[in-house]
Structure formats: structure tokens, C-alpha cells
């Protein structure tokens, strides 16, 4: 049995004095919420506590949160034998019923006597089959996969009810979206804007309430994925999912781009000598298209579906993944195709991404675009 303590606060900034610079213990996860931390792990010599505001409790679990001052100190408790648990609170009111969590635990939360918050939690490896996921199968080892959905669920917290959110495509993405169903499932009111068909059917099957940049001219804050994040600047390479001229919509109508990924993601610098970097082209002249590419010092395919023709993206396109060994500069690449004429769009999403949610095998690191 492990127990962390998790202290309930107004603001996480006003602890981290006490605790980081005079206590020693280092972060080790940070959470935003809104403008501020809304989640953090705090780690020192083996021993671990968690701070959490009253404001994003509220939001996930309203009964350990009510309007007041928050409930103070609460208990994060790890077992062995979660059957064991839940048949020893049986009859007794259960604030957080049972569920199931992406990153792998069960748990279920009570208000013990005096008002304490304490949330159970076993982890389901060797107990039973972790939540199938379908846009991740065959897609990696276990870690990895953990590392991902970690990402997802952190990103998804940083939605708030009355937003207008827009949702990413790929795999990762797709974590995100289905984090964020839960939510919805569960009170969180908000308004989907789909940067592919794929997505916005998940969206559907989820429930969650879709429009489109015709009923809203701006959106609040988006979750997308990406195939390259340059470390500092946040620039990006997308679009190996096929769906990078909507992505890239959005994605400049929003006033905030957050990206999900796990650390296998991170450069850098941006390959863009070696690629792929997506190209979407019209399929009216494509090779003439291809030939400008050339001429330009670009080394490319033209990418297949998998009945062995052409890929056409939802806009109708092909796309070409290429490498321009001729170009020093993420930049300058990205100015030479934006005047390539026959190019609808490309995967260089440069200055556009404002935070990065990075899985890795010591917990959810984020990256600050840096001025």
C-alpha cells in the first residue's frame, strides 16, 4: 500500500516557495489550469504529495469540492486488492464512483469521516486488461502507449466548461478526444470543432456537440497531436495522419494550440532534410506540382492508401512526403512552399503551438514555447 498526501489549495503558486525552494522537493508534473497550475507532483527522497487547486477539483469531482473553502488535505491511496476495497465500502457513500482511468488505475473516492478527501486506486496491470483503445492498437509498446495516454488526459484537463474547443486528428489526438467524451459524459459543456471526418465521427460516437469555423469565427483552445516537436521553439511537423490542411485551419483560428505526444516525438531541430515532410498537392497537375517540388532539391513519394492507390485527404488532395536537403531553415522551407503553386498545404506548423504535453517514462514534462 502506497499513500500520498494530496493538499487542496486557492492557488499552487503560493505553496511552491515552501515546498520546492525551502522543502527541496522537486516537480516532477505540472498541470496547468486556465492561466495557472491547476495539478502538480512534488517528489524528495523516495516520498511523493500531490497539490491540487480547489477550482480544478471542482471541475473533475464537484462532491470533494463544494463551494467553500477547500476540504484542506486528502489522501491518494494505492492497493493491492482493489475488489477488497470496494467490498469494504459497500453501503458507505461513494463521492467519485468507480471508474476506470486511461493511465492505467481503477478508483473510487469517499469523504472519510471529518470531511477528508481519500480516492483508492489499484493499477490494472496483473489484475485485468487495461481499457482497449482502438487508435492504438499495434501502435507501440505498452510504456509508450501509458506515455501517450498520459499526455491526452493532462491536455483534456485543460478544458473548461463554455469553451469551444477544437479537436485534433491522429492517434494521439484521438486520446484527447475520447479523454474529453468522458468529461462531457459527465457535465462539461462545451462546443467541438473537428479538423477531420474521422474525428468528427469519434466526436459523435462520444457525444460530444460538434460546429464548424462557420458558427465560430474563433476558437477557445485546441488539442492536436503532432509527428515533430522542436524543443524551444515548439515548431511542428503534421500531417503523416493525412488530415494537415484542416488541422492547419484551425489550428490558425485558435487562440491557444496545445500538442500531445509522447517523447519519442521531441528534436531538436525539425528534419526536414531527411522528411517526411506531408505536402498536400491538387490531384488536377499533381505531377506538374511534383516537379517544382524536384526543382526545388525535394525527395519525395507520393503517398498510397491501403488499397495500394493514391491517398485522398478530406479536402480532396494528394499528398507527397518529402525531404529538401537544399534548405538550412524550417523557415525558409516553409516560405518556398507556400509560393509553390499546386501546393494546397504542408506540415511545417511553425510559431503556431503554444504548449506541449510530453509523455515519458518519468511523467508528463511541459514544454513553454520560448520567446
Known amino acids: 500500500m502506497k499513500i500520498t498526501a494530496a493538499l487542496m489549495t486557492e492557488t499552487i503558486e503560493a505553496c511552491l516557495p515552501f515546498w520546492v525552494d525551502r522543502m527541496g522537493f522537486a516537480k516532477t508534473v505540472e498541470v496547468p489550469e486556465g492561466g495557472r497550475l ?80 481519500v480516492v483508492f486506486a489499484a493499477a490494472l496491470v496483473g489484475q485485468e486488461p487495461a481499457p482497449q483503445v482502438p487508435e492504438l492498437a499495434g501502435r507501440g509498446p505498452a510504456p509508450q502507449i501509458k506515455e501517450k495516454l498520459e499526455a491526452a488526459e493532462r491536455a483534456a484537463g485543460l478544458v473548461e466548461s463554455g469553451m469551444v474547443v477544437g479537436l485534433g486528428s491522429g492517434t494521439t489526438a484521438a ?129 498510397l492508401g491501403e488499397d495500394g492507390k493514391p491517398f485522398v485527404s478530406d479536402g480532396g488532395h494528394y499528398i507527397v512526403d518529402a525531404g529538401f536537403s537544399g534548405f538550412q531553415s524550417a523557415e525558409d522551407l516553409a516560405h518556398a512552399l507556400d509560393g509553390t503553386v499546386g501546393v494546397m498545404e504542408h506540415g511545417l506548423f511553425l510559431g503556431m503551438a503554444q504548449q506541449a504535453i510530453v509523455g515519458g517514462p518519468a511523467g508528463v514534462e511541459i514544454l513553454e514555447r520560448r520567446p
Do not use: C, N
Not at 193 to 220: F, M, N, Q, Y
Not at 227 to 256: F, N, P, Q, Y
Open 175 to 303: 486520446l484527447a478526444v475520447r479523454a474529453l467524451g468522458r468529461r462531457v459524459a459527465a457535465g462539461l459543456d462545451i462546443v467541438g470543432v473537428p479538423t477531420s471526418e474521422k474525428t468528427a465521427a469519434l466526436a459523435r460516437e462520444l457525444g460530444i456537440r460538434l460546429s464548424d469555423l462557420a458558427e465560430h469565427e474563433r476558437i477557445d483552445l485546441t488539442i492536436d497531436g503532432a509527428d515533430e516537436v522542436e524543443r524551444g521553439t515548439l515548431h511542428l511537423v503534421k500531417g503523416l495522419g493525412g488530415a494537415l490542411l484542416r488541422e492547419k485551419i484551425v489550428a490558425s483560428a485558435t487562440a491557444r494550440l496545445v500538442i500531445v505526444a509522447d517523447e519519442s516525438k521531441v528534436v531538436d531541430r525539425l528534419r526536414i532534410h531527411e522528411g517526411p515532410i506531408p505536402i498536400e498537392v491538387a490531384i488536377f497537375g499533381w505531377q506538374s506540382t511534383a516537379r517544382r517540388l524536384r526543382a526545388m532539391g525535394g525527395e519525395f513519394r507520393l503517398r
Open 38 to 117: 491547476g495539478f502538480v507532483i512534488l517528489v524528495r527522497d523516495g516520498a511523493e504529495l500531490m497539490l491540487q487547486t480547489v477550482e480544478s477539483v471542482r471541475k473533475d469531482h464537484a462532491a470533494f469540492a463544494p463551494d467553500g473553502p477547500p476540504r484542506g488535505t486528502g489522501l491518494f491511496v494505492e492497493v493491492s486488492d482493489f475488489a477488497d476495497v470496494v467490498k469494504r465500502l459497500a453501503g458507505y457513500p461513494i463521492a467519485l464512483p468507480e471508474r476506470t482511468t486511461f493511465y492505467g488505475m481503477r478508483e473510487i473516492g469517499v469523504l472519510a469521516p471529518g470531511g477528508h478527501v
